[in-house]
């Protein structure tokens, strides 16, 4: 999650005397305001609790009242605070540190805490409502989720909560994966955008986890709801001979043996992103990119229009990075006045260092408002092959809520099946021939296929490691 302080407020307090307020953004979004005297406060809490050799400096206290550059330099050395907390692993998912920024996220929005509905959606069609308490973190959320599914507690670890956004044409956009330190109900209302919902899916990429799931009635239907909803986005490729033997599975019932024909498809459990744009295999190159299976699926259109294809390996990436800056627009096109003449955009950019061949290593840049996202996606798998390298197991038990505070509704209410698969989309059919093997990291072509039914693709496999793990080790 990318941390940032970029801009500063001079608010009124009770007494009449004005304070500075710094607005913590995260992934380009208010998160919440806070005061210095709030920041210092949860420093001397961490200090007291780690130590002064773990906790990163803090900007120092100031007796007179600070000049406007001091404001900003004292901006500039609480963003890097933040963002060294969050990045360290043991104070970034502390309690304390995450349930600071959990209460100031809710006295910012001024959200009282009270028992509210909350619309889940499990696919475009099918939502759930749970009771929550507008102060219950993400982790609390997701068990009343389970709950109200029916979903034992050592499956409800396979699943995550993700803010995502519906689009005008019906497209959807992964904003993020709802986090340890925000309140769900919190962040979605204070959108004030019917476009924004909460959504569950599934959090693993590798699909030999599909199993776990599927011995589960509710996984299962969760799943398969799933499935068909990717089917229907596009983001699953279906040739028109596997689409008549995938309605023909619906049509049975078959459930599990529909996922795993679909296992076999290209794309089966990718997240697709928004077009973006990239500089590989040169500057200025239109993409669709898709982050699963351990790696980034690149679709690329070139300036002279022509169609490529490619896939990054995470195994193969050394490391990578997130970017932000304030990019100046006036009436809807870039402007070179600065910032402070002009209204600014947030420009995200993730560039991470690939190696290509054996001693070449080359970066590669993606421009994208989802480049976060990516990140975490990114980050997500390295963690789940560490897992899986050390022999561990993904599964993890949701804390029980103390006493059962909280009175929810004793109804289950399981996944309804989806309709019908439709007809596939001609559109989509020349989609699906542009598809073709690739050899190397070196894009090739994309060609028309003979057939309609063939749809082929390999990807390539390293012999690096990022952090340790090469593909031996997968």
């Known amino acids: 999650m990318h941390f940032s302080i970029p801009e500063t407020e001079v608010r009124s307090g009770e007494n009449g005397s004005t304070y500075v307020a710094f607005n913590i953004h995260v992934n380009s979004v208010l998160h919440c305001q806070v005061r210095y005297s709030q920041l210092l406060g949860l420093h001397q809490q961490i200090k007291k609790e780690y130590g002064n050799n773990v906790v990163p400096a803090f900007p120092p206290k100031k007796i007179f009242t600070l000049t406007p550059a001091e404001v900003e330099q004292r901006r500039e050395q609480l963003e890097k605070y933040m963002q060294a907390v969050r990045q360290d692993p043991m104070l970034g998912a502390s309690e304390m540190f995450n349930s600071f920024l959990r209460k100031a996220q809710q006295e910012t929005q001024q959200i009282p805490t009270e028992e509210v509905p909350l619309e889940i959606y499990l696919s475009k069609r099918q939502k759930v409502t749970v009771n929550i308490l507008t102060s219950d973190q993400t982790e609390d959320v997701l068990e009343a989720v389970a709950s109200k599914l029916d979903l034992p507690d050592d499956l409800a670890g396979y699943f995550s909560l993700f803010l995502v956004r519906e689009g005008v044409d019906g497209g959807l956009t992964f904003v993020r994966k709802l986090q340890d330190f925000e309140l769900p109900y919190v962040s ?3 959108l004030r955008s019917s476009e924004f919902y909460i959504a569950l899916r599934k959090s693993y990429w590798d699909t030999a986890y599909d199993s776990d799931v599927m011995d589960n009635r509710v996984g299962l239907n969760l799943l398969y709801t799933q499935t068909v909803s990717d089917i229907e986005r596009g983001w699953i490729l279906v040739n028109k001979d596997q689409h008549r033997q995938l309605k023909s599975l619906q049509e049975k019932g078959s459930k599990k043996e529909f996922i795993r024909l679909c296992q076999t498809l290209k794309y089966f459990g990718y997240i697709q992103f928004d077009p973006c744009v990239t500089d590989f295999p040169e500057k200025g190159c239109h993409a669709i990119v898709s982050a699963g299976n351990n790696e980034l699926n690149f679709q690329v259109k070139l300036p002279n229009e022509q169609m490529k294809e490619g896939s990054f390996k995470v195994t193969r990436m050394r490391c990578w990075r997130v970017t932000s800056s304030q990019v100046p627009v006036a009436n809807g096109t870039a ?3 600065p910032c402070s003449s002009a209204k600014c955009e947030v420009k995200l950019e993730l560039a991470f260092e690939y190696l290509m061949s054996k001693d070449r290593l080359q970066w590669v840049t993606i ?9 975490i996606c990114l980050q997500s798998m390295v963690d789940e092959l ?3 390298k050390s022999g561990g197991s993904i599964k993890k038990m949701l804390r029980k809520r103390p006493n059962g505070s909280l009175h929810r509704s004793e109804s289950q209410q399981a996944v309804k099946s989806p309709p019908l698969l439709d007809s596939p989309d001609p559109d989509r059919e020349q989609i699906v021939k542009l ?3 690739l050899s190397s990291v070196s894009l090739r072509g994309i060609s028309a296929s003979n057939s309609a039914n063939d749809v082929s693709g390999n990807d390539f496999h390293g012999n690096y490691a990022f952090e340790g ?6």
């Open 335 to 337: 402007s070179t006045s």
């Open 188 to 190: 979605v209302t204070s």
């Open 367 to 375: 421009t994208s408002p989802q480049a976060i996202m990516m990140s």
């Open 435 to 437: 598809s073709t093997k």
């Open 469 to 474: 793990i090469g593909d031996d080790d997968l």
């Open 386 to 388: 560490m897992v899986k």
